[in-house]
């Protein structure tokens, strides 16, 4: 696995129980059970897209009380679940927090990295630094930076049965954002790019994933 690279999807919703089955029927795959984010108010299911990259369908946990801020991920707005955002794994992300102004407009600035935990099925704890899940620069379509540290990457104990095709990434001015991607190498260089910039109405993520149903795109 590489130490830099795409890391997850994030596919939000308000209701993770009935999105897990949605999306169990549409794949032919079991999303896996993920844990509890305390403090957060969200819990998640993963889906294994390939070696170090998942699927992180991610929703209201009920049994937490309601957190002091809102929920990440717009969670508490959404009406339908959707591809929010996305990770870059990174070793040290506050070097690309330090670098956010090189990312030119406020609205691409990734916010203060801090750790957070979740609690495992198996009743271990999973640990990482990631910038502010929150900030959703340009729309979700620049990513937020995650280091797993010491911790077992969530895609070592996934089947892979679904594999990442492509990330595609929509926005109303795709010649700012490729600047404002370029920080994120090797994504963008070479001929087998994992990432495509495309014009859009307004910022917006597809995914290409193969999946024993087929090729599916999910947005």
Known sequence: M????????????????????????????????????????????????????????IGPDLDQPDPERSRPFLIDDLADARLVTWAFRHPDPCSIQASRDSLGDHEVRLGPVH????????????????????????????????????????????????????????????VELRPALAVFRPLLDGPHAEISIVAAAE??????????NGEIELG
Not at 117 to 138: F, I
């Open 115 to 174: 750790g957070m935990s979740r609690a495992r099925p198996d009743g271990g704890t999973l640990h990482w630094r990631l910038s502010d899940p929150t900030a959703l620069p340009a729309g979700g379509v620049v990513p937020f930076v995650i280091d797993w540290g010491t911790s077992a990457h969530p895609s070592s104990s996934l089947p892979n049965e679904c594999t990442l095709i492509q990330l595609i990434t929509g926005h109303p001015d795709p």
């Open 2 to 57: 590489m130490e830099r690279g795409l890391d997850h999807l994030v596919y939000a919703t308000p209701d993770l129980d009935t999105t897990v089955k949605a999306l169990a029927a549409r794949f032919g795959v079991e999303p896996a059970p993920g844990g509890t984010h305390p403090g957060w108010g969200t819990r998640n299911a993963l889906i294994g897209l390939g070696i170090g990259v998942y699927l992180e369908i």
């Open 203 to 212: 910022p917006e993520l597809r995914a290409r994933i193969q999946t024993p």
